[in-house]
């Protein structure tokens, strides 16, 4: 457990959640807080992070996840932006860069790769026999 709250101590999110570190803060809900990227890929980009600290989505109360996503619609709609990504990333190898869960805001205003997020999509061929096998494993745990 020590090491759960050296994490939770040393959190750049649980800092900025608690005014310890500033933010150009957006929207603030009982449960959910959003501020301005200090490294955007365009200009508007926002992320919205629960205010308790919890490191993956999947650990998030389904109504915590709610009023993250709302606080993201009301923000994509502020930015103006006709096109965005919502982008949100669990664990290292997903590009999970800081260990608390948030949602990236990241308005699209061109075509080009020079402003917003830019992403790269290896399409994998799989026979329709696999998927009916992966179809099924998956649907028997839900």
Known sequence: MASASKTLASCIFCKIVKGEIPSFKLVETETAYSFLDINPLSKGHSLVIPKYHTEKMHELPDEELADILRVAKQI???????????LQNNGRIAHQE????????????????????????????????????????????L
């Open 76 to 86: 994509a709609i502020a930015t103006g932006a006709e096109n965005y990504n919502i």
């Open 98 to 141: 800081v260990d608390h869960v948030h949602f990236h805001v990241i308005p699209k205003p061109s075509a080009t790769d020079a402003e917003g997020l830019v992403i790269g999509w290896p399409q994998q061929k799989v026979g329709m026999d696999a998927l009916a096998k992966l179809h099924e494993e998956i649907k028997g745990k």
